[in-house]
């Protein structure tokens, strides 16, 4: 996976050059003072000695987010009647399901991106008969020799299926769809988050009685702008949920249009992140959450404290070595990832090797 670094990595290097060169310039007048205490572990100039080793690195981005499920969707009745059954928050509706009832006539969910907007019956054809041929193929009514799942044509075939869905939902077999008996939503499992329905109120035709959602767990947050060139589609994720416990997740969707943030100010991008392990995070909706993005990854690199950077003249770096007999002299070095949650970064350039002891800030 190719290195990405963002643009706090830049402010982190500012701020190493405007910090160290006062210290690179006392070092380039009198590099290593007689006040220092050659081959000891810590002196008397306040630092001590870290050696170079060899790590695994990953570099992240921090986030908070909402831990909830995916899409929002609302259930426009168009039958007439008396409401006489709902379902409660939280139910899950499946395709050929209830979602509700209409004067005890239930209404059933089936999967379509285009809404009911009118009766089918024998001879009829059109997108809607397509998904309606669709779901009764699906739904195990229709057989797949005798009624095709892409054909938009209402058939002998479409009435024998439809019929064997009313006997099962236990309505009148009249091989035709009234307008008002089904609901078409763009999923397969809708979960309900609202009941904006009354019962014993009358049905009215238009109205939104359900608001729901996929039964799909995801995470939602808003992600600064500036660091969206560090975040790519399948990027490993670590959740924090509520209870403190990890779970993995990837990024699954990032937004292309940035808005203005709910509380900086600054511009921010959505980005979904799918948990790899959804019954891991149980069932609450709307719940916050913690999550770093993996960005960056590298093997078995070469890697000091990034306390260990002194920042040169031309935005070169180097560090402190000290060598095996007490002395110091500066080894210039290339940076390449940081791992912020560790506090080190890759390093490279000549000389530099494993064990090699590096003079380090001491606490």
């Known amino acids: 996976m190719p290195l990405r670094f963002s643009r706090r990595h830049l402010i982190v290097a ?42 695994s690195l990953s570099s992240q981005t921090a986030s908070s987010g909402t831990l909830g499920f995916a899409g929002s969707y609302s259930v426009i009745n168009e039958a007439s009647g008396t409401l006489t059954w709902l379902p409660a928050v939280g139910t899950i509706i499946p395709e050929g399901g209830v979602p509700y009832r209409v004067s005890g006539a239930p209404v059933v969910l089936l999967t379509g991106k285009i809404p009911f907007y009118r009766a089918l019956w024998d001879g009829m054809t059109g997108a809607d008969v397509e998904q309606l041929n669709h779901d009764l193929v699906t739904l195990g009514y229709g057989r797949r020799a005798e009624l095709s799942p892409t054909s938009d044509y209402f058939s ?62 995801v995470v939602s947050l808003q992600l600064d702008a500036a660091e969206q060139a560090d975040v790519a ?51 609450i909706d709307q719940a916050p959450v913690d999550v770093a993005i993996t960005t960056g990854f590298v093997k078995r690199a070469l890697a000091v404290p990034i306390d260990a950077l002194l920042a040169l003249a031309g935005g070169r770096y180097a560090v402190e070595e000290v060598s095996p007999a007490g002395r110091h002299h500066l080894v210039a070095v290339s940076l390449g990832l940081f791992d912020d949650a560790r506090g080190i970064v890759q390093v490279s350039g000549a000389g530099l090797a494993v064990g090699q002891r590096v003079v380090v800030p001491s606490l």
């Open 14 to 55: 500012a701020a190493l050059i405007v910090v160290v060169v006062v210290m690179v310039v006392v070092a380039v007048a009198d590099p290593f003072g007689s006040g220092r205490a050659h081959g000891s572990e810590v002196n008397d100039g306040g630092t001590s000695v870290t050696t170079v080793v060899r790590e």
């Open 156 to 217: 002998g075939a479409t009435v024998n299926a439809l019929e064997a869905l009313q006997d099962h939902l236990g309505v009148t077999e009249t091989g035709t769809l009234a307008l008002g008996q089904a609901v078409f939503l763009p999923l397969r499992r809708l979960r309900v988050t609202a009941v904006n329905g009354t019962l014993g109120a009358n049905a009215q035709p238009g109205s939104p009685l359900l608001t729901g959602s996929t039964a799909r767990r």
């Open 233 to 283: 589609l399948g990027d490993r994720v670590a959740i924090t949920l509520p209870d403190n416990a990890d779970t993995p997740g990837v990024v699954s969707t990032i937004g292309t249009v940035a808005s203005a943030g709910h509380n900086s100010g600054s511009p921010t991008v959505p980005v979904t992140v799918r948990p790899l392990h959804p019954s891991a995070t149980g069932s």
